[in-house]
Nanobody, 128 residues
Framework: QVQLVESGGGLVQAGGSLSLSCTAS????????IGWFRQAPGKEREGVSC????????HILYSWSDRVTTSGDNAKNTVYLQLKRLKVEDTGRYYC?????????????????????WGQGTQVTVSS
């Protein structure tokens, strides 16, 4: 089973940018789709984006659509989340997760039906 480690979080001023990484070990990401999630303090975890490692297709959740991009480097077994024009309310712990890639089965959807592996998260704090 693939293990995931997030990195790249930190303290950034509002309006700034960050690039988060999700690096896999124990298995390649081939056959997986990777989702990014955010959990703000006192709130439930919410989805940010999904990426298919099969064909590179992405899905960005509507509320993030103009401020995030996600990409992957299969050679590095890593998926990235670029956050732009960060707001104070973007503060939270960001997680990546892996699940069976629906695109591999010919599905039109990008996000897995379920996630089988989760990282420990990386903290992003946006100051005003």
């Amino acid at each position: 089973q693939v293990q995931l480690v997030e990195s790249g979080g930190g303290l950034v001023q509002a309006g700034g940018s960050l690039s988060l990484s999700c690096t896999a070990s124990g298995a390649t990401l081939d056959g997986y789709a990777i989702g990014w999630f955010r959990q703000a303090p006192g709130k439930e975890r919410e989805g940010v984006s999904c990426l298919s490692t099969t064909d590179g297709s992405t899905h960005i959740l509507y509320s993030w659509s103009d401020r995030v991009t996600t990409s992957g480097d299969n050679a590095k077994n890593t998926v990235y989340l670029q956050l732009k024009r960060l707001k104070v309310e973007d503060t939270g712990r960001y997680y990546c997760a892996a699940g069976p890639d629906p695109r591999r089965g010919g599905s039109a959807t990008v996000c897995p039906r379920q996630y089988t592996s989760w990282g420990q998260g990386t903290q992003v704090t946006v100051s005003s």
